[in-house]
């Protein structure tokens, strides 16, 4: 059993019911394969710093997968052909951190503390 | 205040002849790495803020003789840049 982290960029102009549709979709996968998903999280809607595909924009979700590797085999066969698709990536970890959240709002603020703990220090 | 009227002309002349090996070296101009230590941050492809700060304007990645990293932190820096670099991040 491994441990893998998995991102996919869907379109800007992707409604918030398909984005559902497309977690859904990539969960029951990873479910069919034995796998286990341990977190989704939904970034939102994210600024991309260079354009895909014409697109400025783009839905960042967010998978930690736990599992066998042919999984992520499986995964990244349907997302290739998936138009609604601009990027996939999977890491390989050796440990979740499962306490940091670096894209939601609320969390924004625990950061900046941390880092004026740190110039203290 | 006595012994440092006796010390001999050398001492007078510069603060930094005063030095001995036994006293805490504190004017050694060497950094430290940022990223190593107890309370370093963790260096990770999902962690933007970090990253943006060893990246120039142009989005290259800073050599480690101008940010002190530590050889070990450099590699993985440079490799979750290049992951955030795919993911559109950075």
């Known amino acids: 059993m491994n441990l893998y982290e998995h991102t996919i960029i869907a379109k800007q102009d992707v409604s918030a019911s398909d984005i559902k549709k497309l977690t859904e979709k990539y969960s029951k996968i990873v479910e069919k ?3 286990n998903i341990v977190k989704t999280e939904n ?17 960042y979700i967010h998978f930690k997968i736990k599992g066998a590797s042919k999984i992520i085999g499986q ?34 603020g625990v950061e900046i503390d941390n880092k004026k703990t740190a110039k203290k220090l | ?14 603060n930094f002849a005063r030095l001995s090996i036994f006293q805490p070296n504190k004017y050694s101009f060497k950094r430290k790495c940022p990223l190593s230590g107890k309370s370093a941050p963790i260096v990770d492809y999902k962690n933007i803020k970090l990253l943006k700060k060893y990246v120039s304007e142009n989005g290259k990645i800073l050599p480690s003789r101008i940010t002190n990293v530590s050889q070990k932190k450099q590699r993985e820096l440079s490799l979750s840049i290049k992951r955030a670099r795919n993911l559109a991040l950075i």
């Not at chain 1, 609604?84 to 969390?107: I, P």
């Not at chain 2, 205040?1 to 510069?14: A, E, L, P, W």
């Open chain 2, 1 to 14: 205040m006595v012994k440092k009227k006796i010390g001999n002309k050398k001492n007078r002349k510069s």
């Open chain 1, 75 to 108: 995964l990244e066969k349907d997302e290739k052909i998936d138009e609604k698709l601009l990027r996939y990536m999977t890491v390989k970890v050796k440990k979740f951190d499962l306490q940091t959240n670096y894209f939601s709002k609320q969390e924004d």
């Open chain 1, 43 to 59: 970034w939102g809607l994210l600024k991309l710093s260079y354009t895909i595909k014409k697109n400025k924009k783009g839905n």
């Open chain 1, 33 to 35: 394969n034995d796998g």
